[in-house]
């Protein structure tokens, strides 16, 4: 009996350590992801506004808002905020040829150029892959939306805690908030519209005359 009880116990000390160290992300939260790309993307291509607000412990230091556009690869995006209260302005996009991006400079401003590869995507580009960086999430429902928390960060650098809405209804992105140390950072979908012209994609340089130009092979 003692020895049973032994053979017992090893294997529940077993169960405990093992289990967390093969957690993983439920499937029925790949699911919700996978749904909500598709929600997020179409061929005629999709419009949308996101705010986004970064928090220092109760103190704002950053907020701003995103224009963006994306169908196939091609994407393009404006982005104006302000940090610590100084407006601060940058663009950018993939026309399916150069990649491209707009920044403002002390001296000046500066647009740096590149080809762009099949892979080329936005600085602002939805990661609908985060299940895959995390090893554990937690799903519920709240006001009709699915509320997923990501923690236990498989890479150095990845935020602890990462929490995503979701709406049950259509599956669109909702709102996004990351927890790093002491600041808190939320991304929130304000407008979203199916349907871009390709013209809007084109790189045209002379929509920035006042902007250095720096072409990166």
Same mark, same amino acid.
């Given at each position: 009996m003692n020895a049973f009880k032994h053979r017992l116990l090893t294997l @529940? #000390? @077993?169960f405990i350590v093992t289990v967390p160290l093969h957690a993983q992300v439920p499937e029925e939260v790949t699911e919700v992801l996978r749904k909500c790309a598709q929600a997020m993307g179409h061929p005629d291509g999709v419009e949308y506004e996101m $705010? #986004?607000?970064?928090?220092?412990?109760l103190v704002t230091v950053l907020s701003g808002q995103i224009n963006a556009f994306a169908k196939d690869r091609k994407n393009k995006f404006f982005f104006t905020m302000k940090v610590l209260g100084q407006p601060v302005k940058s663009a950018g996009g993939f026309d399916g040829?150069?990649?491209? *991006?707009?920044t403002q400079g002390a001296e $000046?401003?500066?647009v740096y150029v590149r080809?762009?590869?099949?892979?080329a995507k936005s600085d602002y580009d939805l990661n609908?892959?985060?299940d895959l960086e995390y090893r554990h999430a937690a799903m519920t429902t709240r006001f009709g939306n699915y509320v997923i928390t990501f923690t236990e960060p498989k890479y150095a650098g990845v935020p602890k805690k990462v929490t995503m809405t979701i709406s049950g209804k259509d599956y669109l992105f909702r709102e996004m908030e990351t927890k790093k140390d002491e600041t808190t950072m939320t991304m929130r979908l304000t407008h979203? *519209?199916?349907g871009v012209l390709d013209d809007i994609f084109t790189f045209d340089p002379h929509q920035y005359d006042d902007a250095v130009i720096v072409e990166m092979k």
């Open positions: @529940l #000390l @077993l $705010s #986004l607000k970064a928090k220092v412990a040829v150069h990649q491209w *991006r707009y $000046s401003d500066t080809k762009g590869t099949e892979k609908f892959h985060i979203f *519209r199916i």
